[in-house]
Nanobody, 124 residues
Framework: QVQLVESGGGLVQAGGSLRLSCAAS????????MGWFHQAPGKEREFVAA????????YYADSVKGRFTISRDNAKNTVYLQMNSLKPEDTAVYYC?????????????????WGQGTQVTVSS
């Protein structure tokens, strides 16, 4: 089992920044690729960003390219999502997820473990 705990969400004005963190425990963190997804009220959970096990490759949804950056620190068992130039449409609950493969990372159904989520609210 892998336990994931997100933190760093909150309320921010449009144009502002937040950094989300996801701390992992239970298994060897570097064995897992990590992803961030978000879910707005009434909508499905959508892919935001992902990073491979070594951190050598990253993937982004078109809507966040150039604004968000995913990174990981395998020594700290933590994955981050730096979110800049936030927009009201970024408002959602953000979830991190873990998968023990480096492929299929943009698909919600590929992931084996999920955190409980952290709320991000961007005011206009």
């Amino acid at each position: 089992q892998v336990q994931l705990v997100e933190s760093g969400g909150g309320l921010v004005q449009a144009g502002g920044s937040l950094r989300l963190s996801c701390a992992a425990s239970g298994r060897t963190f570097s064995n897992y690729a990590m992803g961030w997804f978000h879910q707005a009220p009434g909508k499905e959970r959508e892919f935001v960003a992902a990073i491979t096990r070594s951190g050598g490759r990253t993937y982004y949804a078109d809507s966040v390219k150039g604004r968000f950056t995913i990174s990981r620190d395998n020594a700290k068992n933590t994955v981050y999502l730096q979110m800049n130039s936030l927009k009201p449409e970024d408002t959602a609950v953000y979830y991190c997820a873990a998968r023990d493969r480096d492929w299929g990372l943009v698909s919600r159904g590929s992931y084996d473990y999920w955190g409980q989520g952290t709320q991000v609210t961007v005011s206009s």
